[in-house]
């Protein structure tokens, strides 16, 4: 049985031979380097697919690299830590977050102007991708795509401010 069959068939309930593993949340360069052979500074896309691939991983969700040293936080040993730098957060006060959330386009807006055929275009050319990336090996989930409701606004709008706004401006926060 391949990975890609061995997935498929676990996503669908059905017997398989063995457990099918996740990976591609690997971020570490080294390793990256070591196990795929390839240069993750280069392409670490292709390099996180033949690590998972070299690791006997059968699906990926989500392709997560390395960031480049001057993207990252410095460890305490002067390691880059593969944390985003974060600035001073825009958003002051739960206000702020309910006034940007009330600039934002009405649901009904979005909907109409939405180019569901240039998005499902997208789609298919990013799962073929993904199809021709996994082979027979790996497969490929674009995350991404999903339509999901994000649960980390508060990375954006800062955690205090976000949560407060979400319990004294429900209908604005709505928005997002």
């Known amino acids: ?13 059905q017997p398989t031979d063995r457990v099918p593993m996740l990976g591609g949340f690997i971020a570490h360069a080294a390793y990256l380097r070591r196990m795929s052979g390839l240069d993750p500074w280069t392409d670490s ?11 006997g991983a059968c699906l990926i969700i989500q392709v ?5 040293a001057e993207q990252s936080t410095e460890m305490g040993d002067g390691r880059a830590s593969n944390f985003s730098r974060q600035g001073e957060c825009g958003f ?9 959330c009330l600039g934002l386009p009405d649901p009904e807006c979005v909907r109409r ?6 998005y499902y275009d997208h789609c298919v050319a990013t799962w073929r991708q993904n199809d021709a990336e996994g082979g027979e090996d790996i497969l490929i989930l674009p ?8 649960f980390m606004y508060y990375s954006q709008f800062g955690y205090e401010n976000y949560f407060e706004a979400i319990a004294l401006y429900p209908e604005a926060i709505g928005k997002l």
């Open 92 to 100: 002051q006060s739960p206000e702020q977050v309910r006034d940007y």
């Open 45 to 55: 896309r292709r390099a996180a697919i033949e690590t998972v691939r070299a690791q």
């Open 1 to 13: 049985m391949t990975g890609r069959e061995r997935a498929l068939r676990a996503l669908q309930f």
């Open 64 to 68: 997560v690299g390395p960031k480049p």
């Open 113 to 118: 102007e939405f180019d569901r055929q240039a």
């Open 143 to 150: 995350y991404y795509l999903a339509s999901d409701c994000p």
